[in-house]
């Protein structure tokens, strides 16, 4: 068994969408740390709309690769051993996303479903649904939608800034823990979303409502 967080960010809040900066390696290294301390296993690294390696510096946590991708219907997460470089944003079909994912052997999850579009309704054959760290009171909503489906539920954190690594994971039944076998063990639905809710939790929850709202008056664009 092995603790995975599907879901996490090397730039702090993607001040210029769409491009590496300067931030990636060092959102890179602090986000390993992080993990470390949270004692996660693995980590996706989901940039939005585009993937550059990166070691972690440790033997843990290992980083999977993947990618964010902002389709006609909102986000899709890719993970697993080939995926896309880049993409341009809003230009993908749920549908083409999901199929070119599958032929690169990833599987493709359904992101914070009901923020960010209506991806959760395109029809797409989708390989799970994600309980996301930054909504945890939305549990019921999301198990209730992975029923409707018929798709497994995993967790990622959505960790924008690196300490907020490790607030939601998924548990992953596999024998080895490499990019494959995290990509079949959520097509098997050998998974289980795990959520810390402890004081510290809450705090880094309204934390993040503070500086989006503090973003939102600045009047950059929301990560």
Known sequence: MFDVDIHAHTRFFHWSPGEPTAYDPLGANLLAAASRRSDIDAVALTNHDYYEPFAAGAAKPQFIPGIEVTTTQGHALVVGPDPPTRTTPGTLSPETVVARAHEADCA??????????????????????????????????????????????????????????????TRVDADELTPASVVAAIRDGRVEPRVRTGPSERLLRQAYEYIHWAKGNSGRRRG
């Open 108 to 169: 493709v999850v359904i992101p914070h479903p009901f923020r960010h579009g209506t991806i959760h309704e395109s029809g797409a054959a989708f390989d799970a649904v994600e309980l996301n760290g930054k909504h945890p009171r939305r549990a019921d909503r999301v198990h209730e939608l992975a029923v409707d489906l018929g798709l497994p539920v995993v967790a990622g954190s959505d960790a924008h800034y690196p300490f907020e690594a490790g607030r939601a994971y």
